[in-house]
């Protein structure tokens, strides 16, 4: 089965730039999506299909994907963004979904 | 923008059957570009895709509950059902339900709706 491995954890001083990886396999060739998970709440998407947000997102957040290597980028971090980030593809070899393990962004 | 709402015991004895519904509002259930998922994540952990179901009643299972899950949906109450088999202390989790979105072209799927989840714990 596709294995996405993601860093447990990241921090980053506020008005920096946050940087949270996703390796898998040629990931290149996959569609990844990034979930953002506060303290007892759901999670909610941020970033689908690589480089797209939703509706209300802020710009401050942008992905990129390229290799094995998919990257969530936050640029001017503020307090608000601290969260887990987990990613997600869809594995087409079994129509399954997978999410990476998770990455905890501190704002020091 | 549909909502989801996730229903059901928040404690289940172990070796009994977990059943939970999603009930969608503002909107039908029945649309082709959309499959609704079930999530799970134990306290603590990450997240892991439990399945999906189409309108239609097609599934797809996590290899790794496969034996134990049936996911099933009743287009005219507009709402999904998991029920999990046999369950253990480790099926103790807040349980997720999802509008699961189909890209275009088939590149993949995302989770785009989630309900706010619920809490089961399994403890005789």
């Known amino acids: 089965s596709y294995v996405l491995t993601q860093p447990p954890s990241v921090s980053v001083a506020p008005r920096l730039t946050a940087t949270i990886t996703c390796e898998g396999d040629?990931?290149?060739?996959?569609?990844v999506h990034w979930y953002q998970q506060k303290p007892g709440q759901a999670p909610m998407l941020v970033v689908y299909?690589?480089?797209e947000r939703p509706s209300g997102i802020p710009e401050r957040f942008s992905g990129s994907n390229s290799g094995n290597t998919a990257t969530l980028t936050i640029s001017r971090v503020e307090a608000g963004d601290e969260a887990d980030y987990y990613c997600?593809?869809?594995?087409?070899?079994?129509?399954?979904?997978?999410f990476g393990g998770g990455t905890k962004l501190t704002v020091l | 923008q549909q909502q989801l709402q996730e229903s059901g015991p928040g404690l289940v004895k172990p070796s009994e059957t977990l059943s939970l519904t999603c009930i969608v509002s503002?909107?039908?259930?029945?649309?082709?570009?959309?499959?609704w998922g079930w999530i799970r994540q134990p306290p603590g952990k990450g997240l892991e895709w439990i399945g999906s179901?189409?309108?239609?009643?097609?599934?797809y299972y996590n290899p790794s509950l496969e034996s134990r899950v049936t996911i099933s949906i009743d287009t005219s109450k507009n709402q999904f059902s998991l029920k999990l088999r046999s369950v253990t202390a480790a099926d103790t989790a807040v349980y997720y339900c999802?509008?699961?979105?189909?890209?275009?072209?088939?590149?993949?799927?995302?989770?785009?709706?989630w309900g706010q989840g619920t809490l089961v714990t399994v403890s005789s």
């Open positions: 040629n990931i290149r060739s996959k569609s």
């Open positions: 999802a509008r699961d979105v189909q890209e275009e072209w088939l590149r993949g799927y995302y989770f785009d709706s």
């Open positions: 503002g909107g039908p259930i029945s649309i082709t570009s959309y499959q």
């Open positions: 299909d690589d480089i």
């Open positions: 997600q593809v869809w594995d087409s070899s079994s129509d399954h979904r997978v």
């Open positions: 179901v189409f309108y239609t009643g097609s599934t």
